[in-house]
């Protein structure tokens, strides 16, 4: 994977470039490689919704501490999620847990509304 001399595909996100094996692209994500296989012949491609920043982070950790990071992340923007270090692991349950909270806020909203009726009234 370090090595450049047969990398035969390119990743562009914004200016940068990271260059890559289409076999190692296809072997390790199958959303690559429905990407691939559906322009076999591409030579790069032009990735608009993630930062680099976010993407060299998938290349330098594994997996599951991917996984964690990513969870790191999405915890700092949903705070209302409370620690339970197998919930980055079981995306079902976090799912469940975004779902609760939209429902929660969308009670509110409609609290809101009745009360600013009331209050009009």
């Given at each position: ?44 491609l032009n990735l608009l919704d993630i ?71």
């Amino acid at each position: 994977m370090e090595n450049d001399d047969f990398k035969d595909f390119t990743i562009k996100i914004g200016s940068m470039e990271f260059k890559a094996h289409k076999f190692v692209l296809v072997a390790r994500s199958p959303t690559f490689a429905n990407i691939i296989k559906e322009n076999v012949h591409a030579e790069y491609l032009n990735l608009l919704d993630i930062s680099a920043d976010i993407f060299q982070l998938s290349i330098k950790f594994k997996n599951d501490q991917l996984r964690q990071k990513s969870f790191e992340k999405i915890k700092k923007i949903l705070d209302f999620i409370e620690i339970d270090d197998n919930l980055p692991f079981e995306p079902g349950k976090l799912e469940e847990l975004i779902e609760i909270k939209k429902k929660e806020q969308m009670m509110r909203k409609i609290e809101e509304n009745v009360r600013n009726d009331l209050i009009q009234q």
